[in-house]
């Protein structure tokens, strides 16, 4: 058990819906990031939040959105959802610095039909 | 971007047997993270490993970061080793940081 809680653990929701994915990281860390694991693109990062604020982006579309709360959780929301935005949703949180180890959360399974 | 490059893709191997993966990169890396992805979905740290030699256990993790490659010894491999295998590495600093991850081995042990 890595610490990095995640839920709901699957969704199945339809097109053109919007969904938001919950992410607790490990007791201290304040960095939290997202990636999204498909079967075309791999494991991608999507985004990372450090103490409330925005710290890098990756291949993140205009559709998702995320944030972090002043107690560290942090959502993403994906909106208009298309059938290729099924995926595999992880979580990983640190300590802070990006080059320090990151902690990665079981990951919430989404479907669009 | 940079490229990360594993190999083999797959691998499969008889119980008890050992075998080394390979992580090949492009650039320089501030860090280097290898992972076993369950049957389930689970991304299970194995090594945080910028460079030098790390052993837990039956495995062993060796980073020679001027080559730009890592290498992942699994010895004695055992049906739960099966899973898939991904080295990640980070560069860039501040809004530019970003952990790219390669494409993986998946490694099948047989009874």
């Known amino acids: 058990d890595s610490g990095v809680t995640q839920t709901p653990k699957h969704l199945i929701t339809a097109t053109g819906q919007r969904v938001t994915l919950r992410c607790s990281p490990r007791?201290?860390?304040?960095?939290v990031y997202w990636y999204q694991q498909s079967l075309d693109q791999g494991l991608q990062f999507l985004i990372q939040?450090?103490?409330?604020?925005?710290?890098a982006k990756g291949n993140i579309l205009e559709r998702f959105s995320a944030q972090q709360f002043p107690d560290l959780h942090s959502e993403l929301n994906l909106s208009s959802l298309e059938l290729g935005d099924s995926a595999l949703y992880f979580c990983?949180?640190?300590?802070?610095?990006?080059?320090?180890?990151?902690?990665f959360g079981p990951g919430t399974r989404l479907t669009v039909l | 971007g940079i490229q990360v490059e594993q190999s083999p893709p797959d691998l499969i191997l008889q119980e008890g047997a050992n075998s080394t993966l390979r992580c090949n990169f492009s650039?320089?890396?501030?860090?280097l993270q290898w992972f076993h992805q369950n049957p389930w979905g689970q991304l299970i740290n194995l090594f945080y490993?910028?460079?030098g030699t790390k052993q837990n256990g039956r495995l062993s993790a060796t980073t020679v970061a001027t080559e730009r490659y890592s290498l992942l010894y699994i010895s004695s491999s055992q049906t739960t080793d099966s899973g898939v295998y991904f080295c990640?590495?980070?560069?860039?600093?501040?809004?530019?940081?970003?952990?790219?991850f390669g494409k993986g081995t998946l490694l099948t042990v047989n009874p």
């Open positions: 990983a949180s640190n300590s802070g610095g990006p080059y320090n180890e990151q902690f």
């Open positions: 007791s201290g860390d304040l960095s």
């Open positions: 939040y450090y103490n409330g604020e925005e710290r």
């Open positions: 650039d320089s890396v501030n860090n």
């Open positions: 490993i910028p460079s």
């Open positions: 990640a590495v980070g560069k860039g600093g501040g809004s530019n940081y970003k952990l790219t």
